[in-house]
Structure formats: structure tokens, C-alpha cells
């Protein structure tokens, strides 16, 4: 597999010449500073592209081409917001960018309720506690019928919670749910706006009356409208699942879990239209076999964020060591490096390693924990290749 590394543009902290160093192959970027919806221009995308190959390395995967949330939820302006992306498109394939990963995740995109879960070594993973996540929903949003979406253990240790939580802890738990892991991510919201509760529950209302029926009629017509620009520049795009893989806030999410991703790939059943095999997204649903959905989507994978969890009984999860959990990584690489092995790979997500503490990485994008977790992988992948080259 192709080794790649999410790097998030010029100002970020970790340099090329640090990642050739490590390496890595390609780069996995965006063009962050362009807002949701506007287009990408040749320029700009020729001048980031100039940049990396001037390290010695390539742009080899796009992530993300975001979609604005009115092409989900279908509404006035996403003729216009298509058109948008597609000229974006055009010009990445001007440019010989042929891999955008994107997601149709309504409003948020990934979940976690505490970005520092210590662990006994001293490093720390992200997590998502079940408890705290729906005490965000029923007791911070105060989300309208939000309770019935929780069993009633749930609710009362919920009740149980409010009695002991803090008002920081409050803080942070809006900081992190719905601040700290969008905002890089060209999410809706921003570390600078003022009131993200109300911001979110205005994001919220534009999905009344869209289930997951609607939305999915929404991706399969931006799809359809985004293939031919697709097959013109043999660009393939690739779906990230939902992470985690399951409805939140009572929102409709699709790509959860082989049902919904057989749904997608059929709706549109072009090789154009692919998906990002995110082994930590899918991991995190225990109703989902990951080697198995490898197994079954490879040919339509083209991308794989390698990555894994550990699920708790009420749904909670840690992202866990990346040789061991449900992500079952060695044998996602015994899968792609078998059917398809120039696929491009990132790691996805490391653990804050102490001397990575304090440098202002985004969440999840450490450097010394990635940097351990690539080694690890890259020696899965030489084993695997010399494996296969004795059979
Ligand atoms: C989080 C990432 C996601 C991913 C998007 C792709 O760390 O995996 O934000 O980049 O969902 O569109």
C-alpha cells in the first residue's frame, strides 16, 4: 500500500521534510483556508501540489472536498453549491489530483466526548463515553425529545451525572463534542464563534423532516451529478463512513455500516463512486465484521484510513493500540495488499505521546503517536508483501 500522511498545509507544525523522513509517500491534504462551498481554484490547488513535490513527496489523496450541508439536506442553493463542487473537481483533475475523500454526514462529523482518556502508560487515546455524550444531548443542548433516544440505565446515570458535573467540565465537553474536532476539519463550526450550543441547534433544525430515505435520495443526486465530471478525469470518490456508525442527535447518518454502503455503491454503481475504508469509523460499530466489509468492498475501496477501537458494552469506545482491537488491522493489510496493493493508506488518528502534549496539534493528529503507529503498520505491510512474494 501506498503510505500517506494527513498533512494539514503550510502552516502545519509537522513539515515535509519531517515526513520524508519517516517515510512517507504521499500527502493527504485539503486546501483548509477555502471556505464550505466556495471552488478551488487551478491556482490555488497548483500552488499547494507545487509545494509538496518541491519536498519530494505527492498530493495523492484529497481530503476533504467538503459537502456543503444544503446538498445534503436538499436545500435552495445546492444546484448552485454542486456546480461549485463540481468546478472544484475540474480543477483537481486539471491537476492530476485523482482521489477526494469526503463524508455525508449530516451537521457533525466525527464524535468523541474526551480527546485526553489517559492510559496506565501514560499516553493518552481519544474517546466516547456513551453517558457523557447523551448527557451533551439531553441536559446541554436540551435537544427536543432527545430522551427517547436513550435507555433508561442511560438516563440515570445521566441523572446520576448532573449531580457531580462541573461547570468546566460542561465547557469542555461542548468544546470538544462539537468545537474542538470541527472547526479544522472545514466544519460548521469554529474555535472563535461565540455561541456554538445555538449555532448547533440551528444546524440541527435544517434536518427536520429528513430521514435516512431523504438523505440518501440527496447523495445519490450529488453523486449522479458529480460522476461524469468524475469519469472525465478519472477521479475516484471516496465515502468516509460514520464515525462512529450509528444515528446522533437524532440526525440520519448512511454509512454506517454493509447494508448502507452496499445502498451507496449500487445507488451509483460506478467505479468513480468508492469508498475510504475507515477500520477505526467501522470498528466502533459492533454490528460491523471489519475484515469481512473489507473483504466484500475491496474493489470499490479507494482509500483506507487504518485505525482501531475498543467498544464497551453501552457503546462507549477507545481508540485503541493499532495492533490489536476490532479494527483487526493486520488483517486488513493481508486484504489490500493481496487485491489491491498500490492503494493508498493513512494512519489514522495516534495517541498523544507526552512530548507531543502542548504543541497545538489537532486532535487525533499527533505526531510521535502516529509516527509509532505508521512504524508499526509499515512493518505489518513489509511482512505481509514478503509473504505474499513467497506464495
Ligand atoms: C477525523 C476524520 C474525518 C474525515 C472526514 C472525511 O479525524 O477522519 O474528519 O476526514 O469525515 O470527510
Redesign the pocket.
Known amino acids: 500500500m501506498e503510505k500517506t500522511w494527513r498533512w494539514f498545509g503550510k502552516k502545519d507544525q509537522i513539515t515535509l521534510p519531517m515526513l520524508r523522513q519517516i517515510g512517507v509517500e504521499g500527502i493527504v491534504t485539503a486546501l483548509h483556508d477555502i471556505p464550505n462551498g466556495e471552488i478551488w481554484t487551478l491556482e490555488s490547488i497548483l500552488d499547494l501540489k507545487k509545494h509538496i513535490e518541491d519536498a519530494g513527496l505527492k498530493w495523492s489523496v484529497v481530503?476533504?472536498l467538503p459537502v456543503s450541508e444544503s446538498i445534503k439536506y436538499g436545500g435552495d442553493d445546492r444546484e448552485r453549491l454542486i456546480d461549485n463542487y463540481i468546478v472544484s473537481l475540474t480543477n483537481l483533475g486539471k491537476a492530476g489530483i485523482k482521489a477526494v475523500?469526503?463524508?455525508f454526514m449530516p451537521v457533525i462529523?466525527?464524535v468523541r466526548t474526551d480527546l485526553e482518556h489517559h492510559r496506565d502508560d501514560g499516553t493518552a487515546s481519544l474517546y466516547f463515553d456513551s453517558v457523557r455524550f447523551a448527557y451533551f444531548d439531553c441536559r446541554i443542548l436540551n435537544r427536543e425529545g432527545a430522551e427517547k433516544d436513550y435507555s433508561s440505565e442511560v438516563l440515570e446515570k445521566i441523572d446520576a451525572l448532573d449531580k457531580t458535573i462541573t461547570e468546566t467540565e460542561k465547557a469542555q465537553l461542548i468544546d470538544t463534542i462539537i468545537v474542538k474536532t470541527q472547526g479544522f476539519?472545514n466544519g460548521n463550526i469554529y474555535e472563535d464563534d461565540k455561541n456554538p450550543v445555538l449555532l448547533f441547534k440551528r444546524l440541527l433544525d435544517l434536518y427536520k423532516g429528513i430521514d435516512q430515505n431523504a438523505l440518501r435520495d440527496n447523495m445519490k443526486y450529488f453523486l449522479s451529478r458529480i460522476m461524469p465530471v468524475c469519469e472525465d478525469f478519472n477521479i475516484k470518490m471516496c465515502v468516509?463512513p460514520d464515525?462512529p456508525p450509528r444515528s446522533v442527535f437524532g440526525l440520519p447518518r448512511i454509512v454506517s455500516d454493509a447494508e448502507d454502503i452496499e445502498l451507496i455503491l449500487s445507488a451509483v454503481d460506478n467505479p468513480h463512486n468508492g469508498l475510504t475504508f475507515?477500520a477505526g469509523s467501522l470498528s466502533a460499530g459492533l454490528q460491523n465484521d471489519v475484515p469481512e466489509m473489507a473483504e466484500k468492498f475491496v474493489s470499490r475501496t479507494h482509500f483506507v484510513?487504518l485505525r482501531s477501537t475498543e467498544v464497551f458494552p453501552d457503546g462507549s469506545f477507545v481508540e485503541a493500540d493499532h495492533l490489536k482491537g476490532r479494527g483487526e488491522l493486520i488483517e486488513l493489510v493481508r486484504i489490500f495488499e493481496k487485491n489491491n496493493p498500490s492503494l493508498p493508506m493513512r494512519i489514522?488518528?495516534g495517541r498523544l505521546m507526552p512530548d507531543d502534549k502542548d504543541k497545538g496539534y489537532n486532535p487525533?493528529y499527533s505526531f510521535l503517536g502516529r509516527m509509532y503507529a505508521l512504524a508499526q503498520m509499515d512493518g505489518v505491510m513489509a511482512t505481509v508483501k514478503n509473504e505474499l512474494e513467497k506464495q
Do not use: K
Request: glycine share 6%.
Open positions: 481530503e476533504s475523500c469526503y463524508n462529523d466525527w476539519i468516509h464515525d475507515c484510513h489514522d488518528h487525533g
